[in-house]
């Protein structure tokens, strides 16, 4: 056990979390502080006794380090005793797991969509031959000091991966978001050319990114895509309602024939970039399929639970883009039956930012429900919308929350597939809806 003792200033975070358990595989003494709130994420936390107390100053002792959650600022009371008290060192959570990615052979996945899912397929294309570590955004995380690699999802919030030293980094894709930090696309791009200079060996990034060409690194490159141009690209596809067939081939060369256990073209382009780095490390062909045939999802991401009427799928969706992609999922998925998209969104500026994209996606589904913003953190200075915003745009869409009246409006489009998207706390809708119709 090592004697440092490490406290977590919003430890049910996702990051948070998976960086807590990470601590304590290292051997040191861990807990935390949150709201008392249940969030999925302390659940793990819990399983291994990790104290988690609510906020209050007096938590913070002599001597100890201090991660601070990136949700909050320095006016916060836990925060500001641990900058007052000379004897605490304090890092805030990107910066402690930088330096835990310099400690190690750590491979990134970063990008505007799909890094939660990609870290998860990377961790199980490593492990399967190698020890991997990993500290994905979804609650997970777990590393000890004897492992080969580390594979770690590297957001780029207010440019937090440029914290990040990996040997190897993913890029799945450059489509604007954070509106509310980022000036601008050329702003957004310049974040990635950063990061790229942290990078040691290998860049993995997708080539058919409308963005790509507008990008400028200094490192060695892979592309990966669809488009023949590309460095590695998938050719003799095959989807059925439950798996994607492919060929992998790298410049020219066929690497292997993979029958893996995802739905969608952009889960195939996710395994493709990670083929991209098993090629990289010599990882045989037939090490790499088996690695990912493990993948059984990531928290969160296209969750699906099947009861009597109906299917119900949890999603982290948060972004038009990401919510097409789940709705065109969910057909492939369930082609004859009904879809019902239910969107909780996060953040006014990003709903006002890309309304028009948020309504086309959304129409995807055959009904549509949408929650109220309910976070302290949606709210932005200067932008005073309502989910009637978004609504407008939308004909027959409804509005619902976690009530018995419109509990009875969601039922009343059944049987069918609820599809549940939102980078918050949607699923205690979903929950309450599977016990309306006894599933």
Same mark, same amino acid.
């Not at 249940?38 to 002599?62: C, G, M, W, Y």
């Given at each position: 056990m090592n004697?440092e003792?490490?406290?977590?200033?919003g430890?049910k975070?996702t990051?948070m979390?998976?960086?807590a358990?990470?601590?304590?595989?290292?051997?040191?003494?861990?807990?935390?502080?949150?709201i008392?709130r249940?969030f999925?994420?302390?659940?793990s936390l819990?399983?291994?006794n990790?104290?988690?107390?609510?906020?209050?100053?007096?938590n913070i002792?002599?001597s100890m $380090?201090v991660i601070?959650?990136?949700?909050?600022g320095?006016d916060?009371e836990?925060?500001?005793?641990?900058h007052?008290n000379?004897?605490v060192?304090?890092?805030?959570?990107?910066?402690?797991?930088?330096k835990?990615?310099k400690?190690?052979?750590t491979i $990134?996945?970063?990008?505007?969509?799909?890094k $939660?899912?990609t870290?998860?397929?990377?961790?199980?294309?490593?492990?399967?031959?190698?020890?991997t570590?990993?500290?994905?955004?979804d609650?997970r995380?777990?590393?000890?000091?004897?492992?080969d690699?580390?594979?770690?999802?590297?957001?780029e919030?207010?440019?937090?991966?440029?914290?990040y030293?990996?040997k190897?980094a993913i890029?799945t894709?450059?489509e604007?978001?954070?509106?509310?930090?980022?000036k601008?696309?050329?702003?957004?791009?310049s974040?990635y050319?950063?990061?790229?200079?942290?990078?040691e060996e290998l860049?993995?990034?997708?080539g058919?990114d409308p963005?790509?060409n507008?990008l400028?690194?200094?490192n060695?490159v892979w592309?990966?895509?669809?488009?023949?141009?590309?460095?590695?690209?998938?050719?003799?596809v095959?989807?059925t309602t439950t798996?994607?067939?492919f060929?992998?081939y790298?410049?020219?060369?066929?690497?292997?024939?993979?029958?893996l256990p995802?739905?969608g073209?952009?889960?195939?382009?996710n395994a493709?970039?990670v083929?991209a780095v098993?090629?990289?490390?010599?990882i045989?062909a037939?090490?790499m399929?088996r690695?990912l045939?493990n993948?059984?999802?990531?928290?969160?991401?296209?969750?699906i639970?099947?009861g009597a009427?109906?299917?119900?799928?949890?999603?982290?969706a948060h972004?038009p $883009?990401?919510i097409?992609v789940t709705?065109?999922?969910?057909?492939v998925?369930?082609?004859?039956? =009904?879809?019902v998209a239910i969107?909780?969104?996060?953040r006014v500026?990003r709903?006002?930012y890309?309304v028009?994209?948020f309504a086309?996606?959304l129409?995807l589904?055959?009904e549509?429900a949408l929650?109220?913003f309910?976070?302290?953190?949606?709210?932005?200075e200067?932008i005073?919308?309502?989910?009637?915003?978004l609504?407008?745009?939308?004909p027959?869409?409804l509005i619902?929350?976690l009530?018995?009246?419109?509990l009875d =409006?969601?039922?009343?489009?059944?049987?069918?597939?609820?599809?549940?998207m939102?980078? =918050?706390?949607?699923?205690?809708l979903?929950?309450?809806?599977?016990?309306?119709f006894?599933d």
């Amino acid at each position: 056990m090592n004697n440092e003792q490490l406290f977590f200033i919003g430890i049910k975070g996702t990051g948070m979390a998976s960086l807590a358990k990470i601590a304590i595989n290292l051997g040191y003494d861990v807990a935390g502080s949150d709201i008392e709130r249940h969030f999925f994420t302390e659940d793990s936390l819990r399983e291994l006794n990790v104290p988690i107390l609510p906020f209050d100053a007096q938590n913070i002792k002599d001597s100890m $380090t201090v991660i601070v959650g990136n949700a909050f600022g320095d006016d916060h009371e836990e925060v500001v005793a641990a900058h007052a008290n000379p004897s605490v060192t304090v890092y805030r959570y990107h910066d402690y797991l930088g330096k835990l990615t310099k400690e190690h052979r750590t491979i $990134t996945v970063s990008g505007s969509h799909g890094k $939660t899912t990609t870290t998860t397929l990377l961790k199980d294309m490593l492990d399967y031959s190698k020890n991997t570590g990993y500290l994905i955004g979804d609650g997970r995380g777990e590393l000890h000091n004897h492992d080969d690699y580390f594979a770690v999802e590297a957001c780029e919030f207010r440019r937090h991966f440029l914290a990040y030293h990996p040997k190897v980094a993913i890029m799945t894709n450059f489509e604007i978001d954070h509106v509310d930090y980022f000036k601008s696309v050329e702003d957004y791009l310049s974040a990635y050319e950063e990061f790229a200079a942290n990078v040691e060996e290998l860049l993995i990034v997708w080539g058919d990114d409308p963005h790509f060409n507008d990008l400028t690194f200094n490192n060695k490159v892979w592309t990966y895509g669809f488009d023949e141009k590309n460095d590695f690209v998938a050719r003799n596809v095959e989807r059925t309602t439950t798996h994607s067939l492919f060929d992998a081939y790298f410049r020219g060369e066929f690497i292997g024939h993979f029958d893996l256990p995802i739905v969608g073209d952009h889960m195939i382009l996710n395994a493709l970039a990670v083929i991209a780095v098993g090629v990289h490390e010599g990882i045989d062909a037939g090490d790499m399929e088996r690695g990912l045939q493990n993948f059984k999802g990531a928290k969160r991401r296209f969750v699906i639970e099947e009861g009597a009427e109906n299917i119900y799928i949890d999603d982290y969706a948060h972004h038009p $883009t990401e919510i097409r992609v789940t709705l065109e999922a969910a057909r492939v998925r369930y082609p004859d039956k =009904k879809i019902v998209a239910i969107f909780k969104p996060h953040r006014v500026g990003r709903v006002y930012y890309f309304v028009d994209e948020f309504a086309n996606s959304l129409k995807l589904a055959d009904e549509v429900a949408l929650c109220p913003f309910t976070s302290i953190d949606d709210m932005e200075e200067g932008i005073d919308i309502d989910i009637t915003y978004l609504q407008d745009r939308i004909p027959g869409s409804l509005i619902v929350d976690l009530n018995d009246q419109d509990l009875d =409006k969601l039922q009343a489009m059944g049987p069918a597939v609820y599809v549940f998207m939102s980078s =918050k706390d949607i699923y205690d809708l979903k929950d309450a809806l599977k016990i309306r119709f006894n599933d």
